[in-house]
């Protein structure tokens, strides 16, 4: 198996713009999270499916921030508009079951937003 | 609420030494309980796990970690250092319904 893909690996964009960042479970997982990275907050749940409907978002820090999962193998988080404090690593993981699952991670997005 | 708790964001060891990363829970359940991985520049990766059973947990790269319900500990060892286990550490909670809780993670360097 791939693994948890996600792209881009990387993302550079200017403050105010649409950023739309990817990701594809592991083929039979039934549950995806995507994550937050930062030094300063260090590793946040953002949101996550069951499959395919949100079961809890409320880590989405803002309005500005929104996911979907239209089917079991993709899912996006966008972010519009984007600004500087966004910038951080996003990470995609999946697993089997909830919690007591093991959550396998994707490699990360780093996004920057200048 | 769970919840997990990391004593030291960084921990130093000498190559060949012992290392020991702490790790406090808090559930109001029988919790499972993780340790992932991250090296640079890479997603988190499943050191180890604790579902049921054994208290004793081995896992990978010669990592094992000791479930203490009374001590509501799960410290993570590994007895002899090598620079290739340079990383940062997460220990992680779950009542089994909910997603995973993180700590915020401890890094760990390793002295030639």
Known sequence: DAGVIQSPRHEVTEMGQEVTLRCKPISGHDYLFWYRQTMMRGLELLIYFNNNVPIDDSGMPEDRFSAKMPNASFSTLKIQPSEPRDSAVYFCASSFTEGGGTQYFGPGTRLTVL | ?112
């Not at chain 2, 640079?40 to 081995?58: I, R, S, W």
């Not at chain 2, 220990?91 to 890094?107: H, I, Q």
């Open chain 2, 1 to 112: 609420a769970q919840s997990v708790t990391q004593l030291g964001s960084h921990v130093s060891v000498s190559e060949g030494a012992l290392v020991l990363l702490r790790c406090n829970y808090s559930s109001s359940v029988p919790p499972y309980l993780f340790w992932y991985v991250q090296y640079p520049n890479q997603g988190l990766q499943l050191l180890l796990k604790y579902t049921t059973g054994a208290t004793l947990v081995k896992g990978i790269n010669g990592f094992e970690a000791e479930f203490k319900k009374s001590e509501t500990s799960f410290h993570l060892t590994k007895p002899s250092a090598h620079m290739s286990d340079a990383a940062e550490y997460f220990c992680a909670v779950s009542e089994g319904n909910t997603p995973l809780v993180f700590g915020k993670g401890t890094r760990l360097s390793v002295i030639a």
